[in-house]
């Protein structure tokens, strides 16, 4: 619990920013550590209040101008709170585009395995940068899906993070095996993450280029499973993810400013019938109608509450 000082005090925890973890992973883990709130964290530190509001995904580049000065002075007196460097705050910033981050409700994607494992050695679980990015979908060290975290108060009990992680696991290693990924695309994936985390400015070329254009930043976070969507796409059955993307560049307004036509579905596969041969065998994670019908019902309410206001 923080106690009310008339002047700011270090703080008795000096929880410390981890490799590659992002900004919103580690101040939530510092309040908690003090038990207490990021507003009322800020207000201890003679911060503006307001701050504890904004998102800081990409630092003072995801604010007006204005904020600029207030950022910084947050930069400088959250290192002298934990006794870091104010480098090392800077590094929980991703310096990308707004399209290339997840919205800030969504930034809760995890690998259970990672988890599991900082739970098990007593080490602190955290959210990596790169998981908030919407490229992102699976753990490269583990090569294993991503899962959303569950939506609770605080920190988890030890029965709900015992529950969660056994549902995790299993959903995502039938995922993983349910799926026949295509190298080629795993790896510029892998290679566009890294492109977005260093902040690189250097453009590939072909192929590999126009992968990046389509992923970083795609809207499968309005598809009822995401990570499925996102695994789908980056399978040998990706051709089934086209019509959900074509229908939500087409009916997005704020979407980043790109044509929709030039999604162009790859050439059609032949059909899977065959005489005297029936259907071909289904598959559990073929794209899913519902997506599209769940995706056309959300962006029909949203457009009608926007005309309404």
């Known amino acids: 619990m923080i106690a009310h000082a008339l002047e700011p005090q270090p703080l008795a925890f000096r929880v410390r920013p981890q490799a590659d973890e992002c900004f919103d992973s580690w101040i ?32 003072a580049r995801g604010l007006a101008n204005d904020q600029y000065f207030a950022v910084d002075q947050m930069i400088g007196q959250l290192a002298w709170a934990v006794q870091i460097e104010p480098q090392q705050v800077e590094g929980t910033f991703l310096n990308v585009e707004a399209s290339a981050v997840l919205p800030r409700r969504q930034r809760r994607y995890v690998c259970p395995r990672c988890w599991q494992q900082a739970w098990q050695d007593r080490r ?87 992968y990046v254009d389509r992923f970083q930043a795609n809207l499968f976070h309005f598809a009822r499973d995401r990570i499925a969507m996102l695994a789908l796409a980056h399978s040998r059955l990706g051709k089934a993810t086209w019509g959900f993307e074509r229908l939500v560049w087409l009916d997005l307004p704020e979407h980043p400013r790109r044509e929709a036509m030039t999604l162009r579905p790859p050439t059609p596969s032949p059909r899977s019938w065959r005489i005297g041969k029936g259907r071909g065998p289904l598959r559990r994670y073929d794209g899913n109608v519902l997506d599209l019908v769940m995706t056309y019902a959300h962006l029909r309410v949203r457009r009608e509450a926007h005309g309404s206001s």
């Not at 709130?37 to 800081?56: C, K, Y």
């Open 124 to 210: 602190a679980p955290i959210i990596r940068k790169e998981w908030i990015l919407r490229m992102s979908w699976r753990c490269r060290h583990h090569d294993f899906p991503l899962c959303r975290l569950p939506a609770v108060e605080g920190m988890m009990s030890e029965r709900v993070r015992r529950a969660w992680i056994d549902r995790a696991l299993a959903k995502a290693e039938n995922l993983r095996q349910g799926l026949d990924y295509r190298p080629r695309l795993i790896e510029w994936n892998a290679e566009g993450l890294d492109r977005l985390v260093r902040a690189s400015r250097k453009r590939f070329k072909g192929e590999k280029q126009a």
């Open 28 to 59: 939530d883990r510092v309040a908690a550590a003090h038990e207490t709130t990021r507003p009322v964290l800020f207000r201890h530190l003679g911060l503006e209040s307001a701050l504890a509001s904004m998102d800081m995904a990409r630092g």
